[in-house]
């Protein structure tokens, strides 16, 4: 069910059905919206049509369905073209894919969760979760845990409260007791772990991308399968991904970095 938006208002409403919409990937139907959204058949209908002629959405007739629109694309590109690590990041992400041969993802946090910006795949590809444009868990991913650790008391506190803790495997540490220990550690040594936490057979070693005055704007992670690497193989890494994080930060506050 979409979340009430309270003093949000229309434009609250509007933006959880654009997210409802653009959470599918795919053209999306008025009845299977109805059936997640929280909203009233006439207010949904009203909220489409108003995206729709805003050029948010797009509507096919001819099959009744919804997708993201042109305009809507348009303003995604120029948010990561100007807020985005990714152009900023390039240089180094191909180095290290290049250094590698495994896949490296670049990773910034939204609302307590990971959005994955940039990646560049291995070598040999390997299907998982991850993707430019994706969000994912912070608690049980590299990356997520690795921007986690950095974050102050207050913003950690937040953004723990909005992890679901849910078990994807064996491995995922799935309460806040837990992975705040795990955090602990990861501040001491500089660098996170995933180990096979979120998808089975998938592990990583992530570095956070951190500002002078020690604000964390990003992660990097190099990122391969147990069943071709590692994790002391993937730690091993650790030292470059840290030196290339820094790099990545310095350039990022050269070209001042919106706060």
């Not at 992975?179 to 040594?189: D, G, H």
């Not at 992530?206 to 704007?217: E, K, Y």
């Not at 991904?241 to 050269?254: C, F, K, P, Y």
């Given at each position: ?156 506190e937040a953004a723990l409260a909005r992890q679901s803790f849910h078990r994807f495997t064996p491995g995922t ?50 990122t391969s399968t147990t069943a071709r690497s590692t994790l002391e193989a993937l730690e091993a890494q650790a ?21």
């Open positions: 069910m979409a979340a009430e938006t309270g003093a949000d208002g229309t434009v609250g409403k509007a933006l959880d059905v654009l997210d409802m919409v653009a959470a599918r990937g795919r053209p999306v139907r008025f009845s299977e919206l109805l059936a997640q959204s929280a909203y009233p058949k006439a207010t949904l209908y009203r909220l489409l049509q108003t995206l729709t002629n805003q050029g948010m959405l797009a509507h096919d007739a001819a099959s009744g369905s919804y997708r993201v629109g042109i305009r809507l694309l348009r303003l995604a590109h120029a948010a990561w073209a100007t807020a985005s690590l990714a152009p900023i990041a390039r240089p180094w992400l191909d180095q290290l894919s290049a250094e590698t041969g495994e896949t490296i993802h670049l990773a910034q946090m939204d609302q307590g969760q990971v959005l994955y910006v940039d990646k560049r795949n291995a070598a040999k590809p390997v299907e998982m979760f991850s993707g430019a444009g994706k969000v994912g868990p912070a608690y049980c991913t590299g990356v997520g845990k690795a921007m986690l650790a950095f974050l102050p008391e207050p913003e950690l540490l799935d309460s806040p007791q837990k992975l705040r220990a795990e955090l602990q550690a990861i501040r001491a040594c500089g660098h996170a772990l995933d180990r096979e936490e979120h998808e089975p057979g998938i592990i990583c070693c992530a570095a956070p991308i951190l500002t002078r005055t020690g604000q964390v704007i990003g992660a990097l992670s190099v030292d470059r991904l840290r030196d290339s994080a820094a790099q990545i930060a310095g350039a990022a506050e050269d070209w001042r970095f919106p706060q």
